[in-house]
């Protein structure tokens, strides 16, 4: 590295401008007929969530009414929205608000 260079935020900038793909949101909603522990499991095993991470998004979809448990490209959250939804637990895909 050129320490005599003087460092260029233009390139910087350009980076951030990239779109990451990261346009939609899986919505997990709350409900009473699902247990706690039946959530964090499906959390684990369908968004790959760690157990702490899994339990903060069930305890806070419980206290909200929804959390967005993950982001990204709607084909990759499509199939996991899909898979929530067949273990009879309330999920969306929605696009991303304006930021």
């Known amino acids: 590295m050129d320490i005599t260079k ?3 935020i233009e390139a910087e900038q350009t980076s951030l401008m990239v779109d990451d793909g990261n346009d939609c949101q899986l919505i997990v ?3 009473e007929v699902n247990t706690f522990q039946w959530v964090i499991d499906t959390l684990i095993e369908i ?3 760690t157990p702490e991470q ?3 998004s069930a305890m806070i979809i419980h206290t909200k ?3 967005a448990v993950k982001e990204g490209p709607y084909q990759t959250l499509k ?3 899909d898979a929530i939804t067949e273990r009879g637990i309330g ?3 929605e696009e991303l ?3």
Request: a negative charge.
């Open 65 to 67: 009414g929804k959390y």
């Open 29 to 31: 909603w709350n409900d």
């Open 47 to 49: 968004c790959n969530h």
């Open 54 to 56: 899994a339990e903060q």
């Open 6 to 8: 003087p460092f260029s």
């Open 97 to 99: 608000s304006e930021r």
């Open 91 to 93: 999920a969306t895909v």
């Open 79 to 81: 199939p996991m929205c």
